[in-house]
Nanobody
Framework: QVHVVESGGGLVQAGGSLRLSCAAS????????MGWFRQAPGKEREFIAA????????YYTDSVKGRATISRDNANNTVYLQMNSLKPEDTAVYYC?????????????????WGQGTQVTVSS
């Protein structure tokens, strides 16, 4: 069992930046790929970014490419999502998820453990 807890959300003006963190605990000795997803009001949860267990491979959805960077610190069991040039359409609850194995995935159903989410609100 792995528990993940997101932090770092908040209110930011358009054009601003945020760094979201995801702390994992529990069976962190196993290998887990990690992903970030988001869900805006009235919309389905969507993939944002993913990273392999080693950190050597990363994946991004087109809407955040060039504005987002996913990274991980395995020594501290933490994954980060740096978001720059934020837009009002980035407003959503952001979720971190862990997937057993080394390879990241863009598919939400391939993730085993989910956090409670952190709210990001971008004002225009």
């Amino acid at each position: 069992q792995v528990h993940v807890v997101e932090s770092g959300g908040g209110l930011v003006q358009a054009g601003g930046s945020l760094r979201l963190s995801c702390a994992a605990s529990g069976r962190t000795s196993s290998r887990y790929a990690m992903g970030w997803f988001r869900q805006a009001p009235g919309k389905e949860r969507e993939f944002i970014a993913a990273i392999s267990w080693s950190g050597g491979s990363t994946y991004y959805t087109d809407s955040v490419k060039g504005r987002a960077t996913i990274s991980r610190d395995n020594a501290n069991n933490t994954v980060y999502l740096q978001m720059n040039s934020l837009k009002p359409e980035d407003t959503a609850v952001y979720y971190c998820a862990a997937r057993s194995g080394v390879r990241g995935s863009i598919l939400s159903y391939e993730y085993d453990y989910w956090g409670q989410g952190t709210q990001v609100t971008v004002s225009s």
